[in-house]
T-cell receptor
Framework: DAKTTQPPSMDCAEGRAANLPCNHSTISGNEYVYWYRQIHSQGPQYIIHGLKNNETNEMASLIITEDRKSSTLILPHATLRDTAVYYCIVRTSGTYKYIFGTGTRLKVLA | EAGVAQSPRYKIIEKRQSVAFWCNPISGHATLYWYQQILGQGPKLLIQFQNNGVVDDSQLPKDRFSAERLKGVDSTLKIQPAKLEDSAVYLC?????????????FGNGTRLTVT
């Protein structure tokens, strides 16, 4: 079963920051949080991952709370091409399974 | 680097027929995953390979689905016989090795329609 909970949908104005929340209250100490996005008719695309420190790359920033029970993916300046379904995943330790939930459908509005 | 290759891109079959999907992971990637994605849902893990051994197939309906990864490289997923509820996109993903922090790389999937 998925170990994450996300809102089903969100809207964001073009050029503004998109903040996508994720709850993973049952995460274990050595389990990583991964974020992927999926644009229609394509496979999921990796965005970013982290363990407990905040992370940033060219696509996004990942903020993980100190207790690690939730995280937020930040797209600093959303564009129309960021419209997609965003998945927050906790990668299980041991067998390293990536279990997807239902994700958040982000719509960037012009 | 070349991405994960999957074929065919689309397949339409009638129920009770058989079908096979093929995946060629990124060169050197030891771990390979097959996912099933039904319309409107997130991908569901079917089977995970490490080299040519099965790590997890707990969600694979073994009465009709089978998968193999000969020589630890390419993989095939087979459905025999297909049911209407098998209509979905079948995604293949690979990563360098189990435990690594390198992310999964996905192919664009095979869209199966069972009529």
């Amino acid at each position: 079963d998925a170990k994450t909970t996300q809102p089903p949908s969100m809207d964001c104005a073009e050029g503004r920051a998109a903040n996508l929340p994720c709850n993973h209250s049952t995460i274990s100490g050595n389990e990583y949080v991964y974020w992927y996005r999926q644009i229609h008719s394509q496979g999921p695309q990796y965005i970013i991952h982290g363990l407990k420190n905040n992370e940033t790359n060219e696509m996004a920033s990942l903020i993980i709370t100190e207790d690690r029970k939730s995280s937020t993916l930040i797209l600093p300046h959303a564009t129309l091409r960021d419209t997609a379904v965003y998945y927050c995943i906790v990668r299980t330790s041991g067998t390293y399974k990536y279990i997807f939930g239902t994700g958040t459908r982000l719509k960037v509005l012009a | 680097e070349a991405g994960v290759a999957q074929s065919p891109r689309y397949k339409i079959i009638e129920k009770r027929q058989s079908v096979a999907f093929w995946c060629n992971p990124i060169s050197g990637h030891a771990t390979l995953y097959w996912y099933q994605q039904i319309l409107g849902q997130g991908p569901k893990l079917l089977i995970q390979f490490q080299n040519n051994g099965v790590v997890d197939d707990s969600q694979l309906p073994k009465d009709r689905f089978s998968a193999e990864r000969l020589k630890g490289v390419d993989s095939t997923l087979k459905i025999q016989p297909a049911k209407l509820e098998d209509s979905a996109v079948y995604l293949c993903a690979s990563s360098p090795r189990e435990g690594a922090h390198s992310p999964l790389h996905f192919g664009n999937g095979t869209r199966l329609t069972v009529t």
